[in-house]
T-cell receptor, first 111, second 113 residues
């Protein structure tokens, strides 16, 4: 069955450093992958989408890579700030109209 | 625009009771989804709809029913609540089709005793 793995342990980094989160998947070849941010007590919010034929996508301080050979996506936040503290979810397209979500990785940026 | 709204925000039920969760969106989206989120399990799709009057089963549909009588509303029903249905429920909507991102509501926290 399709499976998505995100590091369940929280990632703690110092303000100003680059945070790197990992999303690994198995038994599937998604056409695209999405990253969402979720704050405590709130619903997920879309951040970035990257297609299978794209190696890298950037948006302001965010960068996503997609390696279909390794079946892995990396999500980077450069110059991290305490306001970036949240849980980050990756999601793959299961079909045209459905996504499958990972369990998320909690990021804590401390001053 | 309010985006996606959910009612209620929090509810406590006793085992065997029934309830309906309401989701509304004002973005004229075709697709709507109901997820549940449990610790360590991530978001799991319960049911979804690709248009007014349509519904389909997701990954964990047992114990739930849905209806999409109006394009802007998507209702999730629990006919006989069980403690295993204690969870946070999220509704989402999207325009549909390939690469469409989903817009989520704020969630409903449900506790079944």
């Amino acid at each position: 069955s399709q499976k998505i793995e995100q590091n369940s342990e929280a990632l703690n980094i110092q303000e100003g450093k680059t945070a790197t989160l990992t999303c690994n998947y198995t038994n599937y070849s998604p056409a695209y992958l999405q990253w969402y941010r979720q704050d405590p007590g709130r619903g997920p919010v879309f951040l970035l989408l990257i297609r299978e034929n794209e190696k890298e996508k950037r948006k302001e301080r965010l960068k996503v890579t997609f390696d279909t050979t390794l079946k892995q996506s990396l999500f980077h936040i450069t110059a991290s700030q305490p306001a970036d503290s949240a849980t980050y979810l990756c999601a793959l397209d299961r079909s045209t109209d459905k996504l499958i979500f990972g369990t998320g990785t909690r990021l804590q940026v401390f001053p | 625009n309010a985006g996606v709204t959910q009612t209620p925000k929090f509810r406590v039920l006793k085992t065997g009771q029934s309830m309906t969760l309401l989701c509304a969106q004002d973005m004229n989206h075709e697709y709507m989804y109901w997820y549940r989120q449990d610790p360590g399990m991530g978001l799991r799709l319960i049911h979804y709809s690709v248009g007014e009057g349509t519904t389909a089963k997701g990954e964990v549909p047992d114990g739930y029913n849905v209806s999409r009588l109006k394009k802007q509303n998507f209702l999730l029903g629990l006919e006989s609540a069980a403690p295993s249905q204690t969870s946070v429920y999220f509704c989402a909507s999207s325009q549909g089709g390939t690469e469409e991102t989903q817009y989520f509501g704020p969630g409903t926290r449900l506790l079944v005793l």
